[in-house]
């Protein structure tokens, strides 16, 4: 896979991850307060609290392929290469 | 609990609070001697130069970058104020630790071009920059400082009233303990600011970041044992009342729209502080902020998730907030939302582990006194930078010797500190006085002024679309809206003036990050504005690109 590619496929990744995780995606699990049935619990811990852990192990991973990947080191200044 | 055992843990608590007293004393002196001594050391091994004051000679590495990051953005807000909203509304809060992977990945991302070019064309504050890029001009140096300043006033509030709150949690008996506690952190933070400089805060902040990461950890660790481990821990989380396990929270403030917005733009509005900016021109190398940027996004998070915050959800659970005519309360056993932990840690640790339990404690309340300091001290360093730079150097006596322009730094770093120090008392005397009340509020009004840096800070590190009247009428805009978010209509024109304000904004409050509305307002007028303004130099924007090496728009 090209940097370029890698690159769009880890912003996509974390991006999903932001929606997902404290954005509307909390919608598929948030228990509803009024609803005694709901499901608030999960494996024993609060769901929601299962659901930020989920997405930050996804948005801590994409930041480690960025940095083994992706990020480059500039041996000096203006070294004339690109930074994309 | 009956009658007698109430007693009995009312005598118990007594005793401990007498023991904490005294080896908190030891432990906070020791504490205060090696800040100090660390202070001195930095100020001998130190240069007289502008730029090694500033900027430690441009010449940190990894260890120290990191850490002096961590230290700055972890807060007394981090320790005290989000703890203290998790305690208030729930695992909803939880979520707001989801912002950390996008500052950290913004290290490097923005971290790199920033230090590359600083280091080129020495840069010393984010204005230097800013001014470079857009041409010089006494506006556009003069609304940098002015956002500078609106950021890091209520940041050094907010931890001068963490050191009185605290000072209230270790001498509860005392009179005018938080007074006390607030004018001794100021005093002692300014006095290590003054001598050492960049290199002085940076080094501090070392010791300063480990003993809040494993204060942290520690906490958690310690509130789990005590309630039975794991097993124990969440049975007890179980008793949580449905409101505090869902979205949006017993407020009902925290939706997902408003996590989103925050987890991007408090956390990215963060990292463009005059702060934390500088400490992006002093790391010594691309490697430093790139390694930097990989543990930031692991470690502050876990601090979080796995750390402080299961201590105030175990608090919730403890000491449940009590709704009182309406207005969400936290426990009279707590007092206020912002000390679930200092109430948490007092009471559990030396009940499970004795003495030693009691020393855990006092390291673990200077813990909160180092995220306090840690803060506080880089904040007003830098607006020492940003006053004698951007303002006093350009403006004032452009002819002052280096001399002259360290002892103007000294004077606004005593200033400002004075001026906290004032705002803070009157907040505490006013017990009613709401915008000051909390400190997780405070937090979110200076990061939505620094989120109007990000603009500017993306269009010259990216896009080099923008100009000078552009940005400059765009962050116009954005104080503007930020500014009727925040507590300063309170401030200005009395409760009953502002209420019509607060009426206004209130529906966009309730959806959205002050920062992000701010920042849209703010996008939109620079883009309209640079439309129709004449275009910078392409050949100049080009020049600057290099100089942060990357390739120019076509």
Redesign the interface.
Known sequence: MSQRSLSRLLFAI?LV???M???????LI?????N?E?R??VL??????AW??F??GV??A???V??RRL????PK???????? | MNGVSFSLSLIGQAEVSSQLGGVAIVVLVIYLVMLLTLGVVAWRRGRTTEEDYYLAGRSQGFIVTVMTIMATFFSSAAILGVPGNVYKEGVAFMLFALNLPCAGACIYLFGARIRRIGQKRGYVTQGDMIADYYGDSAGLRMLVAVVGFLYVLPYVIMQIKAGGHLAQGLFPGAAEAFEQGAMALSLVTIIYVLIGGMRSVAWTDVLQGFLLIAGMLIAAVATIVTLGGFGGFFEKVREIDPQGLALPGPSGVYSPWKMLTICVFASIGSLVQPAQWMRLYAAKSDRVLKRSALVFSIVLPACFLFGIMLVALAGRALYPPEMIDGVLTAHPHVGEFDQIVVVMVKEQLPQMLGLFGVVLVAILLVAVLAASMSTADSNLHALSAVVTRDVYDRFVRPSASENERAWVGRFTIIGATLLALWMVRAGHENADFAPLKMIVNLMFAAIGFSCQLLPVTLDMLFIRRGTRAGIMAGMIAGIAVVFLFTPFPDLLFGRDGATPVADSVAPLRSLFDIGFTGFVVNAAVFALVSAFTRRLDPERTKKLALDMDVSSPE
């Open positions: 974390f991850a932001l929606i995780g404290p954005g509307p995606g909390i919608y948030n228990p509803d307060p009024e005694a709901a608030r619990f024993g811990v609060p769901i929601v609290y930020a852990v997405w930050l948005q801590a994409c930041v480690a960025a940095y990020w480059r080191e500039l200044l203006n070294s004339g290469k690109s930074d994309q």
